[in-house]
């Protein structure tokens, strides 16, 4: 009877530590994307080659996260704020040429994204299956999208830019769901800033992906 007490009690304590995590996690998104909205709206008239600069910063800044996150979770969280500022600096030449050239189609593709990864997010979520395997999968495909898009520098195929962002949607939609599991499955309150980072390069694929389709794929 003790032993079922006590079980019961860690299962009560792991549900809470998951939901925690979750709520943590969640809300280091949001900041991200609020900072990504800033930079965005900032750096609205900067030049593609000062959005290089902040590219290449934001990256280096994500791969200090990680060393950062065996060290101390507040130095985490400020450079995953600074990671946020500096990939919505990045991408905001891009942001800025689509919203001149069709406004509407920024919306739907943010609305669009909402619902993508709401749907996926979840299914990813409930799954008991392990995902991993689909990770794996994922990544090389990832590659191969990304050998792709660099032949379409050199090749014009007619409707290549709209077949590029459905192949990357359905890629992102792999990984949208492993990062969701992984999300489930992590008890380490500490890999909250990592699992965030995660979870917000995935939606911001996803926007842009279905930026390019909501304004006409090739152009």
């Given at each position: 009877m003790a032993d079922a007490v006590s079980y019961q009690q860690m299962g009560t304590a792991a549900r809470g530590q998951a939901h925690t995590l979750f709520a943590q996690t969640m809300g280091y998104v949001a900041l991200t994307a609020a900072l990504f909205a800033a930079g965005a709206w900032l750096g609205r008239d900067l030049t593609g080659a000062v959005g290089l600069v902040a590219w290449i910063a934001a990256f280096a800044v994500l791969i200090s996260m990680?060393?950062?996150a065996r060290r101390s979770v507040p130095l985490t969280v400020a450079l995953l704020a600074a990671f946020g500022l500096l990939i919505g600096l990045a991408v905001a030449p891009t942001i800025a040429y689509y919203g001149d050239m069709d406004p509407t189609?920024?919306?739907?593709?943010?609305?669009?994204?909402a619902l993508f990864i709401a749907g996926f997010g979840a299914a990813g979520y409930a799954t008991r299956?392990?995902?991993?395997?689909?990770a794996r999968i994922c990544f090389w495909a990832l590659v191969a999208l990304i050998i792709f898009g660099i032949v379409l520098i050199f090749v014009n195929i007619p409707g290549a830019g709209l077949i590029y962002s459905i192949l990357g949607l359905v890629i992102f939609a792999g990984f949208v769901m492993f990062d969701f599991q992984r999300l489930r499955r992590s008890t380490d309150i500490a890999e909250a800033p990592l699992l965030a980072a995660s979870i917000f390069l995935d939606v911001l694929n996803v926007f842009l992906f279905f930026l390019q389709i909501f304004s006409g794929g090739d152009r």
């Amino acid at each position: 009877m003790a032993d079922a007490v006590s079980y019961q009690q860690m299962g009560t304590a792991a549900r809470g530590q998951a939901h925690t995590l979750f709520a943590q996690t969640m809300g280091y998104v949001a900041l991200t994307a609020a900072l990504f909205a800033a930079g965005a709206w900032l750096g609205r008239d900067l030049t593609g080659a000062v959005g290089l600069v902040a590219w290449i910063a934001a990256f280096a800044v994500l791969i200090s996260m990680r060393f950062a996150a065996r060290r101390s979770v507040p130095l985490t969280v400020a450079l995953l704020a600074a990671f946020g500022l500096l990939i919505g600096l990045a991408v905001a030449p891009t942001i800025a040429y689509y919203g001149d050239m069709d406004p509407t189609a920024v919306y739907q593709a943010g609305a669009a994204t909402a619902l993508f990864i709401a749907g996926f997010g979840a299914a990813g979520y409930a799954t008991r299956r392990d995902l991993a395997p689909l990770a794996r999968i994922c990544f090389w495909a990832l590659v191969a999208l990304i050998i792709f898009g660099i032949v379409l520098i050199f090749v014009n195929i007619p409707g290549a830019g709209l077949i590029y962002s459905i192949l990357g949607l359905v890629i992102f939609a792999g990984f949208v769901m492993f990062d969701f599991q992984r999300l489930r499955r992590s008890t380490d309150i500490a890999e909250a800033p990592l699992l965030a980072a995660s979870i917000f390069l995935d939606v911001l694929n996803v926007f842009l992906f279905f930026l390019q389709i909501f304004s006409g794929g090739d152009r």
